[in-house]
């Protein structure tokens, strides 16, 4: 069985962790690596090009920190080898989809939510450029609206359009069972039968 790298984004939103949640309950196979990813990002306006190294160091920890709470929803699974990767990058995500590629990743798992760098690439670029900046399958998951509700999956690739509600979970669909067999009724209602009564014979 070919070992296969789960690139999972690291970022401050619970839908995230909801995202790596998911992946390690449906997709996450023995012997897969799992690398948590996290890109913090460096601002345009002037005042960070005078950012010192101090802040830098801060934001890389910071970053860090995050990552191993991230780690920590992996410790609860067996037999489950993880690597950290903590890195700056831009909010546009190139830097994310150089490092996918880079790592050769499999599959690549994001927390979707309102300021997600996904609907960015999807602005800047076609369906099917945008797949080939990953260079794999992109699962986005969005947070269920209640709890009951299991939490819904886009799929990303050349075959697929960029409309993250979407669903297409064809790869991951569970066989479906066949209906349960009714019973078989050894005696049946007795006022169902209808009796037949038979005329006596002449003599």
Same mark, same amino acid.
């Given at each position: 069985?070919?070992?296969?790298?789960?690139?999972?984004?690291?970022?401050?939103?619970?839908? *995230?962790?909801?995202?790596?949640?998911?992946?390690?309950?449906?997709?996450? +196979?023995?012997?897969? =690596?799992?690398? /948590? /990813?996290?890109?913090?990002?460096?601002?345009? $306006?002037?005042?960070? +090009?005078?950012?010192?190294?101090?802040?830098?160091?801060?934001?890389?920890?910071?970053?860090? !920190? /995050?990552?191993?709470?991230?780690?920590? =929803?992996?410790?609860?699974?067996?037999?489950?080898?993880?690597?950290? =990767?903590? %890195?700056?990058?831009?909010?546009?995500?190139?830097?994310?989809?150089?490092?996918?590629?880079?790592?050769? *990743?499999?599959?690549?798992?994001?927390?979707?939510?309102?300021?997600?760098? /996904?609907?960015?690439?999807?602005?800047?670029? $076609?369906?099917?450029?945008?797949? +080939?900046?990953?260079?794999? +399958?992109?699962?986005?998951?969005? !947070?269920?609206?209640?709890?009951?509700?299991?939490?819904?999956?886009?799929?990303?690739?050349?075959? %697929?359009?960029?409309?993250?509600? !979407?669903?297409?979970? $064809?790869?991951?669909?569970?066989? !479906?069972?066949?209906?349960?067999?009714?019973? #078989?009724?050894?005696?049946?209602?007795? #006022? *169902?039968?209808?009796?037949?009564?038979?005329? *006596?014979?002449?003599?």
């Amino acid at each position: 069985m070919d070992v296969r790298k789960i690139v999972v984004m690291v970022e401050d939103e619970e839908v *995230a962790r909801t995202a790596l949640k998911w992946a390690l309950h449906n997709i996450i +196979r023995y012997g897969d =690596i799992i690398t /948590l /990813l996290h890109v913090y990002h460096s601002s345009s $306006s002037s005042s960070s +090009r005078t950012r010192t190294r101090s802040k830098s160091r801060l934001l890389r920890l910071n970053g860090y !920190q /995050l990552a191993l709470s991230f780690q920590h =929803i992996c410790n609860s699974h067996p037999n489950t080898k993880v690597e950290i =990767i903590v %890195t700056e990058g831009d909010q546009e995500g190139t830097k994310i989809a150089a490092t996918v590629r880079e790592l050769g *990743a499999s599959v690549l798992v994001v927390g979707l939510h309102d300021h997600s760098f /996904l609907y960015r690439l999807a602005m800047a670029h $076609s369906p099917n450029s945008m797949a +080939r900046h990953f260079n794999c +399958r992109v699962l986005a998951i969005k !947070q269920p609206p209640t709890p009951p509700l299991r939490p819904s999956v886009s799929v990303l690739d050349s075959a %697929t359009n960029m409309d993250f509600s !979407q669903i297409d979970i $064809s790869r991951l669909k569970v066989p !479906q069972m066949p209906p349960p067999k009714t019973p #078989y009724r050894i005696c049946p209602d007795p #006022y *169902a039968i209808i009796w037949r009564l038979r005329r *006596a014979r002449r003599s």
